[in-house]
């Protein structure tokens, strides 16, 4: 191979990693963010790459923003002196920058939206759209990523009914064209009320085109914990 053209071979792919790298140190602060910020939740059905993209790079922005007091002279110092002896700074920097901040940011900020008390901070928190009611597309999303246990009453076509825990180890799906729920207990009916466990229950699992209305109660009375189904 021609000296010309293995100088060129070794410029593009030099091009190329920087563009990758930097494609990573800005966007993916901006990942980490809102996949943390969301736990989960759903938006819309549809979100376009456009859509997408504006919302890691508006993240990132302020997770840069934020750190430019440290990541600003870090630079400066590698431009004058080299890399070399800042290798521990640039190691922490990326590690704190790129993946700490933006998750506990996501964290704090999910937290944030789930607050209720004051009301007049989750009357802002719903006008500038981070409250978790505005950040969520559907009822059945909010209500099941509230993760609470509960005793649930679940109406299905056909004048069905079941009867059933939900907790730790129930599933709702997520996935807004095919809706499921598994409670991982079933139980038996005394005068229209929960009476105990099947025998041997190990769940059951319900088709979301069947249901028509989930019921949610603290427990089988006033001084039962919904915790302890016993």
Known sequence: ??????????????????????????????????????????????????????????????????????????????????????????????????????????????????????????????????SSVTRVSEAWDWVFSRGFPAYVRVRLTEDRVVYGLLADRSFASSDPAHRDLYLQQQWTVEDDWFAEPYPGSRGVWLNGSSIVSIEFFDGRNDEEDPDDPA
């Open 1 to 130: 191979m021609a000296p010309e053209t293995t100088e060129l071979a070794k410029n593009v792919i030099a091009f190329l990693l920087a563009g990758i790298g930097s494609t990573v140190l800005f966007l993916m602060p901006g990942y980490l963010l809102g996949t943390t910020m969301g736990r989960g939740r759903q938006g819309p059905a549809v979100v376009s790459e456009r859509a997408f993209i504006a919302k890691v790079a508006a993240g990132s922005i302020v997770v840069h923003l934020m750190m430019l007091w440290w990541t600003a002279p870090l630079a400066s110092d590698i431009v004058r002196h080299g890399p070399g002896r800042y290798i521990g700074q640039i190691a922490a920097w990326t590690m704190i920058v790129l993946v700490v901040v933006p998750v506990a940011l996501g964290a704090g900020l999910s937290f944030l939206a789930d607050v209720r008390r004051p009301a007049w901070l989750h009357r802002l928190l719903v006008r500038i759209g981070l």
